[in-house]
């Protein structure tokens, strides 16, 4: 279980233990596609994560993955801006061009087009990587959506995770 | 795999070969989502596909879900209804509920709150049936992502499945 | 009356009847939009009313003007594209132009300028014919408005028009 | 020809004649709405032509229709308040359900419901007035679309028609 | 007091006097910003004002500073042109890229990237004067929301103010 | 002036240089506003500053008031929920009117009556208190347009701020 990694019980395997089944699988499609074979890194991937859910404005993700990130990459000013406007993140243009994709694909699905795909192309990314990142993206969508559906919480913890001194002791690794 | 009991192997299949493990993953917890247990029936989760798909614009699972769910309830009428202004359904108030949920969670999950879910509840909905409605609705919304950002286009014969004479007798099982 | 050579009376022409001299003088300028001279074919002026009808989710429209088109044209897989999302259709460019601007003066009529236009005409069209465009997309903004403020429901029998082995024989002509 | 009652020819008569005839029977229909037999009363007529072309953001018809309800009623303050933010105007109950209706049906007209006309009604108007209001909101969505898709330009005897003293004047008639 | 200059004390000072201090610094403020050294002239700044506004549909605003434009400009046609759809204005490049300028940032402030300053650099203006249309803008956001969120009704003179033939002359110095 | 009291000077400062006056001006009022007499605690009043940032998605002012109100009420959690959805904020109930106002203000300020302000004095906020809401959110209006528009980044500083055991010690007096 992924946010096990974290340290801790996050309250949305609670919220889930209504439908068992349904987190199993769920988290084993979860799994694959934020840690299985892909040339985006997990780090690339939590990115994603992170600005989706704060175009959707969605608490509990928005609290989850910056501290998944800040756990990742060791850089909470990069996690602050892509949290916040990721306009403003210092990003390399790949990423830009992943993140720009990512945020007209949760915001207005409908009018993307070829030109959306041509434009991750000419950043660098293979077909391979544009169905990850249109997948992730997609996931986000999926996430916020059950999240702010039913209310998660997040804990507390996840607030100050990677913040404090011993969590970017470990982050470093 | 659900699809292929319409009859034929939608373009969908082939875009998801680029990913196998992926098609694989998501496939079953579709599969659980769509057919496994719950209180809404399998045209009741068909509904709710319909109504997010045509909310969010999405030509191949408008198109590809209309015909879904025509195969499962031989009602043309209502599907038109459900695929251009689901206010205009001739649903019962349960899953009309259903629906003003399903279309605010997509449109705006930010507002959603605690209110969205008593409403459901007044209508006769169980939590376990909440979380469907919420993960159905959430998985259209991956899946719309994952169509419109790739630009996956419905085999030709969906457009008329459910409404030539052979098939509407079919549709009566 | 245009719609009565499709076979039946619609519902539109019962509730017309609080005002018999409005649907008169209506029905004699709509007949000229859509049917009198211009370079648009009737196809294509059926191309705007479902496309503009889609981007208002207009019920009564959307089913009565997909009917209308495929009657027209023949070609259901067509009308599936135009009336789920418009950047599908498999459209030569003067009518792509002629679709982009429709539903950009459908959406935001304040934003368009002379460059729209310019557009238009760079697409092959002349100021009578961009004159046309812009006549028939508003009066679907028109009808739109007629229909869903008084909430309008077609016959049952436009869902599938066009659509069955009889229906697409007389398609043919 | 209802301008030219205000003292001189309008542009959009001489834009109008790419489409003489398309001119000639817009005018008779707009003439019955108008200025036909209604409980509305023409300024009511034109206060919902000022609401709606307000929330168009349309140059044209805002200018021309300000001039026309000023003619129409003296009462500049009035007509800058409908033209501004209807929601600051000084209207009766019943006006002020009537422009509510015009600016939802004008902005998302898909919402509208049965609740809309029941607010009507519940406001004292008939179902042949609901009608009227209903049409001139369209119309008033037609015209908007049609100047803004041209770009039509008032003249400038518009901009003070109805505040300067000798039409004060004649406006008390 | 800036206002007091058109003759009337508007009732924008009466509301203030729940907090006299909160009006002196805002007020001290506002002048310089509207009135003090600046490479745009005062009517500029009053341009942006009048486009702020009615992007805000504030309804004290925009009568208050229409009026105050047409004395500092006497050109009751362009303010008419700037307060419907300022994308009708004859207004030079350098401004239109101005106004261009302060309604993105009006409507969509978190869009705005280096480019759109560039294109005011390139239209001419310098670091300074950006700065200074970013604070009119600014300035007009904050006083929208006071107004619209007070409900501040403007002086019945405003409406005709810069209108009437004395006040045509005046308008000539 | 304020952010120096947070120990470092923030970019603004620099920024702002090209107009000293303006500077000196603005925060002279800023300064009432914020510490100046009124109902509403500091914590309050940096309650909505965070809200109406989040609710603009503007970079430096989320940051730097996130940090300024972590210091000021040592309640990281609560700005956490403030900055990402504030729906989900544990605030009493007079605090979430004081937010829901701030946020329709912000987003639609055309749209707010009198009804508004109604639900303002149900909560228990005096006229003072209302007129100091509604200038508090229209000041950072001004302030989110002015950091976005000219591009401002916080200092890295600010992203912990608050959150460090140092800080959190220092929090608590």
Redesign the interface.
């Given at each position: 279980m992924p946010l096990e990694r974290l340290g801790f019980v996050p309250n949305v395997l609670r919220v889930y233990a209504?439908?068992p089944?349904?987190l199993e699988?769920?988290n084993?499609?979860y799994e694959?596609?934020m840690r299985?074979?892909s040339a985006l890194s997990k780090a690339q991937r939590e990115m994603i994560a992170v600005v989706v859910s704060?175009t959707?404005?969605?608490?509990y993700c928005?609290?989850a993955h910056s501290a998944a990130l800040r756990k990742l990459n060791g850089d909470?000013?990069l996690v602050?801006?892509l949290r916040?406007?990721y306009?403003?993140a210092r990003v390399d243009p790949a990423e830009r061009a992943m993140l720009d994709?990512a945020v007209k694909?949760?915001e207005q699905?409908?009018?993307?087009?070829?030109d959306?795909?041509a434009a991750l192309r000419e950043a660098g990314w293979a077909?391979?990587d544009?169905?990850?990142i249109?997948?992730v993206?997609?996931?986000f969508?999926?996430?916020?959506?059950?999240a702010?559906?039913?209310?998660w919480?997040p804990n507390?913890e996840f607030?100050?995770l990677g913040?404090?001194?011993d969590q970017e002791q470990e982050a470093g690794r």
């Open positions: 209504l439908r089944r349904h699988l769920w084993a499609f694959e596609l299985g074979e704060a959707n404005r969605c608490h928005i609290v909470p000013v602050e801006q916040t406007n306009r403003y994709f694909l949760t699905s409908h009018r993307c087009t070829e959306d795909v077909d391979e544009i169905m990850d249109a997948e993206t997609a996931m969508n999926f996430t916020n959506r059950l702010s559906g039913l209310g919480l507390d607030v100050t913040l404090t001194a």
